[in-house]
């Protein structure tokens, strides 16, 4: 069985033919269609953050409402950009997040992509020192929030504090046992998903990669995974690890699937630059009748690879609609692929 559930940016737009006008109806919209798909029986809830953009830039919040309005589906990010986090602070978000859902979280970070404006995390109060990158910076923040979600006591406490302490060094509160182990790197590179292996955490690998050998995206995200299984191998982790991938895919199967999809022309990858001087390659898009998806998805190596599939949703389409194509993939994709 493949885990299957779904991604959003969380657009939102004034713009007419958008059913999301506002951040309070983005915030909103993603909550009930994290409850429908798992009315549906999807796998998974996860949102892509962005700051300084009309899209979800805040995920802790809105997590936490995910966790408590649903009760079986794993809620998560891809990805959280660690140039622009505190680590304590975001330990006790994500470990609240985490025990408000009942220890469903699954979380998605990464060094972050181009954003908005220019070096947006000084805004945030983050500035690398003289000799680190800001992409250094990113992975030592990441570091220290997988050392102290670990549980164990750092800080020295008060001799006389206002409320009596546990015995020892304390932590950062609150705890929530098991979080370790569902933190996830967002990698477009096989380096970081190397090094992600070695520190333990969960593979995240998106619609687009550095383009390091010139194949198609699924053949790269292929090789990919498994260096990255390799190293997990190779580093004596004791657990199982997991592994995503990302793709926008729908099934037509009424009119208005056909209206929104049946042109489609994004039906192979495409080269382009995020950075500069840094070749990536963008993953092709899939939309068919489902008995040409089932024949054409059978043939991604990297869906094949991995345990886990996130659907990019097109959100601004709204609730109905994504729920409604999330489900065709569940109903007349997923069986024939034996994902279900």
């Given at each position: 069985?493949?885990?299957?559930?779904?991604?959003?940016?969380?657009?939102?737009?004034?713009?007419?033919?958008?059913?999301?006008?506002?951040?309070?109806?983005?915030?909103?919209?993603?909550?009930?269609?994290?409850?429908?798909?798992?009315?549906?029986?999807?796998?998974?809830?996860?949102?892509?953050?962005?700051?300084?953009?009309?899209?979800?830039?805040?995920?802790?919040?809105?997590?936490?409402?995910?966790?408590?309005?649903?009760?079986?589906?794993?809620?998560g990010t891809a990805v959280i950009d660690m140039r622009y986090e505190n680590p304590m602070y975001?330990?006790?978000?994500?470990?609240?997040?985490?025990?408000?859902?009942?220890?469903?979280?699954?979380?998605?970070?990464?060094?972050?992509?181009?954003?908005?404006?220019?070096?947006?995390?000084?805004?945030?109060?983050?500035?690398?020192?003289?000799?680190?990158?800001?992409?250094?910076?990113?992975?030592?923040?990441?570091?220290?929030?997988?050392?102290?979600?670990?549980?164990?006591?750092?800080?020295?406490?008060?001799?006389?504090?206002?409320?009596?302490?546990?015995?020892?060094?304390?932590?950062?509160?609150?705890?929530?046992?098991?979080?370790?182990?569902?933190?996830?790197?967002?990698?477009?590179?096989?380096?970081?998903?190397?090094?992600?292996?070695?520190?333990?955490?969960?593979?995240?690998?998106?619609?687009?990669?550095?383009?390091?050998?010139?194949?198609?995206?699924?053949?790269?995200?292929?090789?990919?995974?498994?260096?990255?299984?390799?190293?997990?191998?190779?580093?004596?982790?004791?657990?199982?690890?997991?592994?995503?991938?990302?793709?926008?895919?729908?099934?037509?199967?009424?009119?208005?699937?056909?209206?929104?999809?049946?042109?489609?022309?994004?039906?192979?990858?495409?080269?382009?630059?995020?950075?500069?001087?840094?070749?990536?390659?963008?993953?092709?898009?899939?939309?068919?009748?489902?008995?040409?998806?089932?024949?054409?998805?059978?043939?991604?190596?990297?869906?094949?690879?991995?345990?886990?599939?996130?659907?990019?949703?097109?959100?601004?389409?709204?609730?109905?609609?994504?729920?409604?194509?999330?489900?065709?993939?569940?109903?007349?994709?997923?069986?024939?692929?034996?994902?279900?």
């Amino acid at each position: 069985m493949k885990r299957i559930g779904f991604l959003s940016f969380g657009h939102w737009s004034e713009s007419s033919f958008s059913q999301v006008r506002s951040g309070s109806d983005a915030l909103l919209q993603t909550i009930e269609l994290a409850v429908a798909a798992e009315e549906l029986g999807a796998d998974g809830a996860y949102v892509r953050v962005h700051h300084f953009a009309r899209q979800l830039g805040s995920p802790f919040p809105l997590l936490a409402a995910i966790g408590a309005r649903t009760s079986r589906i794993e809620i998560g990010t891809a990805v959280i950009d660690m140039r622009y986090e505190n680590p304590m602070y975001m330990a006790e978000d994500a470990g609240a997040a985490d025990l408000i859902a009942g220890g469903r979280l699954q979380l998605g970070i990464s060094r972050g992509s181009p954003e908005q404006v220019i070096d947006g995390y000084r805004y945030f109060g983050h500035v690398p020192p003289e000799g680190e990158t800001d992409q250094d910076m990113a992975r030592r923040h990441a570091e220290l929030f997988l050392q102290v979600i670990e549980g164990e006591g750092f800080a020295q406490p008060n001799p006389r504090p206002m409320f009596p302490n546990p015995p020892g060094l304390l932590r950062i509160e609150p705890h929530s046992p098991g979080l370790r182990d569902r933190i996830w790197w967002g990698s477009a590179t096989d380096a970081t998903a190397v090094w992600a292996a070695k520190l333990g955490m969960n593979l995240q690998s998106s619609t687009l990669k550095f383009d390091e050998s010139g194949e198609p995206l699924h053949v790269q995200q292929r090789k990919q995974i498994e260096a990255y299984r390799a190293a997990w191998k190779e580093a004596g982790h004791e657990r199982e690890p997991r592994v995503s991938v990302s793709r926008s895919i729908f099934a037509l199967v009424d009119d208005r699937d056909r209206a929104y999809f049946g042109r489609e022309t994004n039906d192979r990858d495409s080269i382009g630059y995020i950075e500069p001087e840094v070749k990536a390659v963008f993953g092709r898009s899939y939309a068919a009748e489902p008995d040409v998806l089932v024949r054409e998805l059978a043939k991604d190596e990297a869906i094949a690879a991995a345990d886990t599939l996130l659907l990019t949703v097109p959100n601004q389409l709204g609730v109905d609609y994504n729920a409604h194509a999330i489900e065709s993939i569940l109903r007349y994709v997923a069986p024939d692929l034996g994902w279900r």
